[in-house]
């Protein structure tokens, strides 16, 4: 794909990264509990993209679940992780996605990544490293936490794989409603047994809520989802790197929470990173022709 014709999917894939990165802030300012609100994340997206698949001539097939029941995976794991484990150890290890994504391609798929593309992927998770630094704390209490942050990470590669996957015959609006309605229903139950308050009690509540329907899930996995049929996975999923430096940004301008120098250098480097892999990607790894209904 040449890069005039892989602009808008590149701008897509940012501009979702950065919707996802809102996630934590709607969470934070929502008064139910995690596990609720991803249910609810998913709960009130579903009407919306059932209702445009309804108006779709693509069919909904059973190899679709699998993005939704790796999507709800990877939500109900990392907010446990969170419970167990501290959120700095818990997002930066559910951000190892990267690199195994890049290890199931090579050892699975047979995809040869160039030096350049690994100097890159290394580069850009040092990046996010830095980028927590700060927060991040080892200790054997944490361990159980950590493995879940890293069984997050699996499961989140296995959704950017399965929905790139899906994406070479399905319409992205397919994709999203069969994997957000199979998300809905597997993390329902997961969400009532859990324990949170599950009903939000206030106008506010079902604000945030409505945000990070709309804005983290729709537009943001939503424009992922899109990009991902236009552009080299392996690529993709080192750019969602964007998410922590975004959510950084966000808790800075909106909560108050600390940003200084290290944290602008992690996310500098997570940028250049990202970067070298764009520069480093052959472009027959790249969807050649998308179909002009995706």
Known sequence: MSSESSRWPLAGLIIGALCIGLAPIFVRLTDVGPTS??????????????LAWSRSPDPLRWRLLWPGLLFAGDLAVWHQSIHITSVANATLLAN??????????????????????VIGLLLAMSGA???????????????AGDLLGVLTACFYAGYILTVAAARRSHHVVSVMAAATLVGAMVLAPIALASGEVFWPASPS???????????????????????????????????????????????????????????????AIVLGGILICRRSTPTGQAPATPPASA
Do not use: C, K, N, Y
């Open 37 to 50: 609100a991803a249910f609810w994340r998913l709960a009130l997206a579903s009407p919306l993209l059932l």
């Open 205 to 267: 509540g079902w604000l945030m809520l409505g945000g990070l329907a709309l804005i983290s899930h729709i537009g943001g996995q939503g424009l992922i989802a899109w990009s991902l049929r236009h552009l080299s996975t392996q690529f993709s999923s080192v750019s969602l790197l964007i998410q922590p430096v975004a959510a950084a940004l966000f808790a800075w301008l909106l909560l108050a929470e600390p940003f200084g120098p290290w944290q602008a250098l992690g996310g």
């Open 96 to 117: 190892l996605q990267p690199a195994i994504v890049a290890v199931i391609s090579v050892l699975f798929l047979g995809v040869q990544l160039s030096r350049g593309f």
């Open 129 to 143: 490293v830095i980028l927590m630094a700060d927060s991040l704390s080892v200790s054997p209490e944490h361990f």
